[in-house]
């Protein structure tokens, strides 16, 4: 695998003249850019809303200590650069995270409003199961941290602003911490790598 270009991209827009009070609304992007191989057995395109930025969690995430968590906007612009290249995993049952089931990687990231969305590949060769899983169910995500700073450690929400993001995981979306997450394959696999599997419960 052959990593060949970094780049970050920033985008201003700003709407027109009937809309000249409103705030601009601000894009943030980072992607690694990989040699296209069309026909690539084990790359299966996906994109997902990974979490949101200056919301609170709908649930205690991971490691939180039973604590609902606001990722502050400026901490996940600067963690940005730390997604690329980290891996995706699953959890049998979908409910959680196993950072040794890499299933995927991710190779963009942006921010757009609130929301943090990802792209990269499944690995579908390695894991044919993933597919038709992800498809019988709403998909969410949830991100995995290291370093994290929390403002206070008393508040009754806790206020993350820094961090280095370390992977994340695909998992129902009602066991995510946000429930406004998503994740979604952007292609059908070929048949030929597919095989039935039993549906989620």
């Known amino acids: 695998m052959t990593e060949r270009t970094a780049k970050a991209v920033r985008k ?4 027109g003249s ?8 601000e894009l943030r992007a980072m992607a690694v850019e990989f ?3 069309h026909g690539h057995p084990n790359r299966l ?7 949101l930025v200056d919301v609170a969690s709908d649930r205690a995430p991971n490691g939180a200590r039973g604590h609902r968590v606001v990722l502050t906007r400026s901490a996940a612009e600067a963690a940005l650069p730390s997604l690329l290249g980290m891996a995706v995993d699953y959890k049998a049952g979908w409910d959680g995270h196993d950072a040794r ?6 190779t963009s990231a942006e921010l757009d409003g609130r929301q943090l969305r990802v792209g990269g590949y499944l690995f579908a060769r390695d894991f044919p199961e993933m597919e ?4 019988a169910a709403p998909m969410g995500m949830s991100y995995e941290l290291a370093d994290a700073h929390v403002a206070d450690m008393r508040a009754s929400v806790w206020t993350l602003t820094r961090a280095t993001f ?3 995981a695909i998992l129902l979306r009602d066991k995510a911490a946000y429930r406004s997450t998503s994740f979604r394959v952007k292609q059908a696999a070929p048949r030929s790598r597919r095989v039935p599997v039993a549906a989620v419960h």
């Open 45 to 51: 395109p996906f994109e997902g809303v990974l979490t």
């Open 166 to 168: 370390t992977g994340a």
């Open 101 to 106: 089931q890499k299933c995927g990687i991710i």
């Open 132 to 135: 038709q899983t992800i498809q």
């Open 35 to 37: 040699p296209l191989v």
């Open 18 to 25: 009937a809309t000249r009070s409103a705030p601009p609304l």
């Open 12 to 15: 201003h827009r700003q709407t």
